[in-house]
């Protein structure tokens, strides 16, 4: 299981780092927020939906902010030189 919220990420090629400067968040934090370890802040959450041009919904859950889990392996990674 992977949660949507890496996925996105993944496909648009983005690193983790570069994914936590885009939306001025830390990047541990970010992370724990793609691993389902962490929820999703409200103010956040409408940020990244507008980013990837999806619903908050496939996001994460609208009240309690946790990442939607999919049932999908992670997809490879693809490493820039």
């Known amino acids: 299981m992977v949660t949507n919220l890496r996925l996105l990420r993944v496909r648009r090629g983005l ?11 830390n990047e541990t934090w970010y992370c724990r927020m793609e691993r389902g370890q962490n929820y999703i802040p409200p103010h956040y959450r409408q940020k990244l939906a507008e980013f990837f041009g999806v ?6 859950d609208e009240v309690t902010g946790w990442p939607i889990l999919v049932d999908q392996p ?3 990674l693809v490493r820039k030189a």
Do not use: F, N, R, Y
């Open 74 to 76: 992670m997809p490879k």
């Open 55 to 60: 619903p908050v919904s496939e996001i994460c």
């Open 15 to 25: 690193t983790l780092k570069d994914m936590a400067a885009q939306i001025g968040l």
